[in-house]
Nanobody
Framework: QVQLVESGGGLVQAGDSLRLSCTAS????????MGWFRQAPVKEREFVAA????????YYADSVKRRFTISRDNAKNTVYLQMNSLKPEDTAVYYC??????????????????WGQGTQVTVSS
C-alpha cells in the first residue's frame, strides 16, 4: 500500500503562483513514475504532468506547458507541481498518483495504482 497526501492548494488570483506537494508513505514510491491530474466540476479527470522515476523525464499537458513544472525529491518521497501564471481555467481539485514500480510516465489515469485525496486550487479572475 502507498499513501499519498497532497498539500499546497488554495485561493489565488489570476497570474499568481502556487506550489503543490505530494508526499508518499508506505511502500516506497521512489522507484515509480508519478503524475498530477486535475478535475474541475462536471468535467472528467485530466492529465496535468508526469515525471519518471529518476526525475529526468517529464511530460506535460499542452494546456500547462511553460507554466507548470513537475519535480521530485526521492529522498523525501515527495513530488512537486510548481504552477505559475495561473488562470481561472486551472481551477480544479488536483490529485497526485503513482505508477508503483513503473519507470515510464503516462498520461492515462488508468495506468496509475494509487491516488491522493486531492487539494483544491481556485484561481479568481
Amino acid at each position: 500500500q502507498v499513501q499519498l497526501v497532497e498539500s499546497g492548494g488554495g485561493l489565488v488570483q489570476a497570474g499568481d503562483s502556487l506550489r503543490l506537494s505530494c508526499t508518499a508513505s508506505g511502500r516506497t514510491s521512489s522507484s515509480s513514475a508519478m503524475g498530477w491530474f486535475r478535475q474541475a466540476p462536471v468535467k472528467e479527470r485530466e492529465f496535468v504532468a508526469a515525471i519518471n522515476r529518476s526525475g529526468i523525464n517529464t511530460y506535460y499537458a499542452d494546456s500547462v506547458k511553460r507554466r507548470f513544472t513537475i519535480s521530485r525529491d526521492n529522498a523525501k518521497n515527495t513530488v512537486y507541481l510548481q504552477m505559475n501564471s495561473l488562470k481561472p481555467e486551472d481551477t480544479a481539485v488536483y490529485y497526485c498518483a503513482v505508477r508503483l514500480g513503473r519507470v515510464v510516465v503516462s498520461a492515462d489515469p488508468n495506468n496509475y495504482d494509487y491516488w491522493g485525496q486531492g487539494t483544491q486550487v481556485t484561481v479568481s479572475s
